[in-house]
């Protein structure tokens, strides 16, 4: 071997060996990790649950698994080489593993309680999930996205960026199910229209007419693939004049409507577009048979907008027809709430929903939490296990309805963060944990991004954004029919 090689193998070997714990002091403490994983339940699929120690120079970690296998690390932070800890992970499926963390902190070694991670026997069968990135500004911002991360890597990629169309808003990404054969997202803005990607075809709609009154928003897909809900709304927002409130998203009005993507007609019912009620947040039963949204009595607004609080209900839909007739799933209003952001798990066992004081925007909410709906007792309580003294707002669930992704503000107040947890087979939820990142700290210590409207997909999204962008910033459009 040439001597330049020996010297940069001797000097590769030097910058990767940290110095060992060596006189440690024992605290009776657990170690002082971030993020906080300490007693999570995490699926085998997961990326390493890398973690920082804070204020630590050297970390020092021994993983053991309660049915086989060790893993060691030592250095800046937990820093989990991948092909490692996927095979401990899945050695312990259904089992445990414990954690024994040492560091370095101002040159003395601590040795800490350990601490255990579940390893679910509940599948997380999604290969990544998908997100919208958004700096948490008010009206004006800067490059933003829609992103697919894989679940067992931290690999992420671009699904359309409003680089592509600049000045533009690009609009939470919804696949069928979970599967990204077909889906649809909106742009918002001077070059504004609803892209519709189904049976291999990608349509870029005019999604404004006389008809709708505005865009198509807010999609969830009929089972069959044959049809998308959508709401059309008038949005707009304000500020208010005190720190703990400071912004407030509000519609002046919004229907619920069905496109069919085939003949590209949409399916309209006057009980689903009234000047009395806002109707919004349109989504499918597993089934396909229902179609739930969420109404409230319309105010005037701003001035009333404390006034506007959501019931959840519900209406028929048969070979591809509204019955008309509306029913009441979860009466919100009767307990001085909010009901929002309605999602059904796959398994049809229940329906995961957002409750707030008022409004249909509680992502700036801070008593905005989660509520789970037993649809076969009719039962409905908040997800006291998941929540925080901040906001809980957008989520979805995995194809197998047992994970559920969502964001929150629990962190700092200020950034939503996506979040993964597991409801058992009795509707008992998991402590939620932080999406993991290669180096936590750092990563979200520097991001200036609001994770929000997180899905999950069973593949990666195919799609040709570039295509999609030269698309947008033309004048053609694809127009809807009644």
Request: with cysteine.
């Amino acid at each position: 071997m040439k001597p330049i090689y020996i010297f940069l193998t001797l000097m590769l070997l030097i910058i990767s060996c940290k110095e060992r714990a060596k006189d440690v002091v024992l605290k009776d403490d657990y170690p002082p990790i971030y993020p906080d994983y300490l007693s999570v339940t995490i699926p085998v699929n997961i990326a390493p649950m890398n973690f920082n120690v804070k204020g630590a120079s050297v970390v020092e970690v021994d993983v053991k698994g309660s049915k086989s296998g060790n893993l060691t690390i030592n250095d800046d932070y937990a820093d989990f080489p991948i092909e490692d800890w996927h095979k401990i992970v899945l050695e312990n499926k259904g089992g445990f593993l414990t954690f024994d963390v040492k560091a370095k902190i101002e040159g003395k070694w601590y040795g800490y309680k350990p601490f255990e991670m579940q390893v679910s026997d509940y599948e997380l069968n999604d290969w990544g999930v998908t997100y919208r990135r958004i700096s948490p500004g008010y009206e004006v911002f800067g490059k933003m996205g829609l992103y697919q991360r894989e679940i067992a890597t931290f690999d992420e990629f671009p699904i359309i960026e409003n680089t592509l169309i600049p000045g533009n808003c690009v609009n939470c990404h919804t696949p069928n199910a979970c599967n990204p054969d077909s889906y649809t997202f909106h742009v918002r803005g001077a070059n504004g229209a609803t892209i519709v990607h189904h049976d291999n075809k990608t349509d870029i709609l005019q999604s404004k007419s006389q008809t709708t009154g505005g865009s198509m928003v807010y999609p969830y897909w009929h089972p069959s693939g044959k049809y998308c809900a959508y709401s059309t709304n008038a949005t707009r927002q304000a500020f208010h004049v005190v720190k703990e409130e400071l912004i407030e998203v509000f519609d002046l009005e919004s229907d619920v409507f069905v496109y069919c993507p085939n003949t590209k007609e949409l399916i309209l019912d006057s009980c689903l577009m009234t000047k009395e009620n806002f109707e919004t947040y349109p989504t499918f039963s597993p089934d396909g048979k229902t179609l739930y949204f969420c109404t409230s009595k319309a105010y005037e607004i701003p001035e009333n907008y404390k006034k506007v609080q959501y019931n959840l209900c519900k209406t028929d839909f048969m070979d591809g027809k509204l019955s008309g007739k509306i029913d009441t799933v979860f009466d919100a209003v009767a307990i001085n709430k909010s009901c929002t952001f309605a999602k059904p798990s796959y398994d049809g066992k229940y329906l995961m929903f957002t409750m707030s004081d008022y409004g249909c925007f509680p992502i700036w909410h801070h008593e905005a939490d989660l509520w789970l709906l037993d649809l076969q007792t009719g039962n409905a309580r908040p997800l006291d296990e998941i929540n925080s003294p901040d906001t809980e707002s957008t989520h979805n669930w995995s194809i197998g309805s047992h994970w559920f992704a969502f964001v929150s503000r629990r962190e700092n107040g200020l950034y939503s963060q996506l979040f993964f947890a597991c409801i058992d087979d009795h509707g008992k939820a998991t402590k939620p944990f932080l999406l993991p990142q290669e180096n936590p700290l750092e990563y979200y210590s520097n991001t200036t991004y609001s994770f929000n409207v997180p899905d999950f997909t069973t593949k990666k999204v195919d799609i040709d954004y570039h295509a999609v962008g030269k698309g947008l910033m033309k004048e053609e459009r694809v127009v809807t029919k009644n």
